[in-house]
């Protein structure tokens, strides 16, 4: 084998063991796992006793279109999303576009009060970062019972979804891009 083959072999490793090490490094792997308790809380919501649920202490990257999945969460008080959102202490109407974002996302309290654009369905949003969506705890009464969050997750008001345009069955795990305003 000639020196210049030896040398284009090497430096296809190289580039092999780059890409692959950049690709690992842009990807969220679970941190953990938490069991919910053997009984508890029964809801439609609800962690499922005794299920075994990934925790995440990342979120993929943020770009200018970052893939994530828009979930449903009522930010009022006695709503779904348990206690006051954790950016300004208070409960938002559903008539204000406001998300909480994954604890990756979220990172540590760095998105407060900032605005995101949303995008689904050849539309698009502004809302308001007021809260986190724990991907590390959850099952109990500060998390209303849910399991912790997907790591790729923006948990939206009712606002956010009209603004969007969608309706009926599509609400739910609906997949969205989303950047920083």
């Not at 202490?89 to 559903?94: A, D, E, Q």
């Amino acid at each position: 084998m000639s020196t210049t083959s030896i040398l284009v072999l090497a430096l296809a490793g190289l580039l092999l063991v780059t890409f692959s090490s950049t690709a690992l490094a842009d990807t969220c792997q679970p941190s953990g796992t938490l069991e919910s308790p053997a009984t508890g809380h029964t809801c439609d919501e609800c962690c499922k006793p005794g299920h075994v649920y990934p925790t995440y202490q990342c979120s993929p990257p943020v770009s200018r279109h970052t893939k994530a999945v828009m979930t449903l969460n009522d930010f009022s008080k006695g709503g779904d999303g348990g206690a006051p959102s954790e950016c300004d202490g208070k409960y938002h109407n559903n008539t204000e576009r406001v998300v909480a974002l994954s604890t990756g996302w979220y990172d540590k309290g760095k998105r407060c009060s900032e605005y995101i654009r949303i995008n689904a369905k050849g539309r698009s949003v502004l809302a308001k970062v007021v809260d986190e969506c724990d991907t590390l705890h959850g099952c109990d009464k500060p998390h209303a019972f849910q399991p912790p969050c997907p790591h790729n997750d923006v948990d939206a008001s009712q606002a956010v979804w009209d603004a969007l345009g969608i309706f009926g069955d599509e609400v739910g795990d609906f997949p969205i891009t989303w950047s920083d305003a």
